[in-house]
Nanobody
C-alpha cells in the first residue's frame, strides 16, 4: 500500500512563509502527477497546486501561483509547496496527493487532468493576522 506523509505545517504570522513537503513511501515513485489540496474550517477541500512531471507542467488555483510554488525532488522522492506572503485566508488543513496507482482507493479526485488516488494525513497551517 502506497503512502504519503506531509511535513512542514505550523503557525505563522501574516506575511510569513512556510514550505510543506510530501514524502512518498518506499516502493512508490512520484513520476506521474501530484499536488496539494487544502480544506478550511466549514469549507470543501480545494485544489491548490499540481505538478505533472509527464508534461513538465504546473497548475495553480486562481492567483495562488503568484505566492505559491510547487516542485518535485526526484532524488528524495518528495514534492513540496513553498508558500509566501501568507494570509489568514490560507489557514486550513493541507493535504498532499499523488497518482500512484492505488487501484482500491476510496478517495479519488481528478484535478487538472490528474487522477489523484493516494493522500497524506494532512498538516495544519495556521496564519494569524
Amino acid at each position: 500500500q502506497f503512502q504519503l506523509a506531509e511535513s512542514g505545517g505550523g503557525s505563522v504570522q501574516a506575511g510569513g512563509s512556510l514550505t510543506l513537503t510530501c514524502a512518498a513511501s518506499r516502493g512508490s515513485s512520484l513520476n506521474n502527477c501530484m499536488g496539494w489540496f487544502r480544506q478550511a474550517p466549514g469549507k470543501e477541500r480545494e485544489g491548490v497546486a499540481l505538478i505533472d512531471v509527464r508534461g513538465h507542467v504546473t497548475y495553480y488555483a486562481g492567483s495562488l501561483g503568484e505566492r505559491f510554488k510547487i516542485s518535485r525532488d526526484a532524488v528524495k522522492n518528495t514534492f513540496s509547496l513553498q508558500m509566501n506572503r501568507l494570509s489568514s485566508e490560507d489557514t486550513g488543513m493541507y493535504y498532499c496527493a499523488a497518482a500512484l496507482g492505488s487501484g482500491d482507493s476510496t478517495d479519488v479526485a481528478v484535478r487538472w487532468g490528474c487522477r489523484l488516488d493516494t493522500w497524506g494525513q494532512g498538516t495544519q497551517v495556521t496564519v494569524s493576522s
